[in-house]
């Protein structure tokens, strides 16, 4: 279950790889990505099949950062998730954020398992300060409905 808790410690962390930024721009990991840089966070976005996004380095796996980032948002298909909280657990990150939709059983079970922290289940642009336009609509309905994590 994730907590507040979790969701605060997550974002603690101020360098963070994005892994499943699109080549196109035009996805949701882009999205995110914009989002974090605009919000303070050091992001560096991750994808295996691109050099440059956006004008932008692009690396091809978490071990090929220019440094140690304290946490991963990953937006991938949750039948990719479990490999990349492994890559992740391998560099030694241990706050993963598995974006809405693309958490699996298995990604959450070796999180767990593993002592990383992990938020699953939730859009992190409704926890991303300031909230703003439909995520801060989204979150507000969440609060009313009493759906926020505690």
């Given at each position: ?17 994005v892994v499943g930024v699109s080549r196109s721009g035009k996805k949701f990991g882009n999205s995110a990505m914009k989002e974090l840089k605009s919000r303070g966070f050091k992001v560096y976005p991750v994808n ?103």
């Amino acid at each position: 279950m994730v907590t507040k808790n979790a969701i605060e410690s997550f974002f603690s962390s101020k360098k963070l790889a994005v892994v499943g930024v699109s080549r196109s721009g035009k996805k949701f990991g882009n999205s995110a990505m914009k989002e974090l840089k605009s919000r303070g966070f050091k992001v560096y976005p991750v994808n295996p099949n691109a050099d440059k996004i956006n004008g932008e380095v692009c690396y091809r796996s978490l071990n090929s950062l220019p440094e140690k980032v304290d946490g991963a948002v990953i937006i991938v298909p949750p039948n990719e998730a479990g490999k990349v909280v492994r890559d992740a657990a391998a560099a030694g990150i241990s706050q993963i954020w598995l974006q809405q939709g693309s958490q699996s059983n298995d990604a959450v079970r070796f999180c767990e398992s593993s002592g990383i922290n992990a938020v699953y289940g939730e859009c992190i642009l409704m926890f991303t300060e300031p909230v703003a336009g439909f995520h801060k609509f989204h979150r507000t309905i969440n609060k009313i409905f009493r759906r926020l994590p505690k």
